[in-house]
């Protein structure tokens, strides 16, 4: 998963340079002097906080090793509350194993085939290509909307297909293989959440 999105956002969105001396603008969605968010209900926020963390560290390991930390802290909370064990949304491919050889394969490759400033590259195209180049969202706002819909509805036990990230990956295709013309519609920000979900800060509006 980590390597398609590198792949699709990099192709859907231009690079943006900025001044040497204009501070990155991926701080308004991560700052490594503060670390890491808990996790979160929107996901347009929590592939922005991807995006800005492969600009500030140009390698997907620092962030892979905050989402497990974060699956490993909330089951611990389920367990110690319920006193079983949870339903784990942790893909199962992503075992501590796999990131350790991982991070240990990107070290290795990365003077020889340059992927620090790849990565750095593919997360400023990641956060062009949520946010678009006015700041004000894009269409993959929408679809990650939609799939957040579809998350929360299967967690409340409502019956839903198509609420897991192979679903949300075919989305993304579909949008980039689309032959209709780009949308012109804008997108603007929501005033609050829904009461029934926690929606994204934008939207994509007529």
Do not use: C
Request: proline letters at 8%; aromatic letters at 12%.
């Amino acid at each position: 998963m980590p390597f398609l999105f590198l792949w699709f956002f990099s192709i859907v969105s231009p690079i943006r340079t900025q001044g040497t001396d204009a501070a990155p603008e991926y701080l308004q969605s991560f700052d490594p002097a503060k670390g890491f968010k808990p996790a979160q209900r929107d996901l347009t926020e929590v592939f922005l906080q991807l995006a800005g963390s492969l600009e500030a560290y140009g390698s997907p390991e620092p962030y892979l090793r905050h989402v497990a930390s974060e699956h490993a802290r909330i089951e611990a909370l389920y367990r110690q509350k319920f006193g079983k064990d949870p339903k784990s949304y942790r893909p199962a491919y992503m075992t501590d194993e796999y990131i350790d050889r991982l991070a240990a394969n990107w070290k290795l490759l990365a003077p020889k085939l340059g992927l620090e400033p790849f990565a750095k590259n593919v997360g400023n195209a990641m956060r062009d290509a949520i946010l678009g180049t006015r700041g004000t969202g894009t269409i993959i706002v929408d679809i990650f909307n939609r799939h957040q819909t579809r998350v929360f509805d299967q967690m409340a036990g409502k019956a839903n297909q198509g609420a897991d990230f192979e679903a949300l990956r075919l989305d993304l295709v579909n949008a980039l293989n689309s032959t209709k013309p780009p949308s012109t519609r804008k997108a603007t920000r929501w005033p609050a959440a829904t009461p029934s979900h926690s929606r994204s800060g934008f939207t994509a509006a007529p």
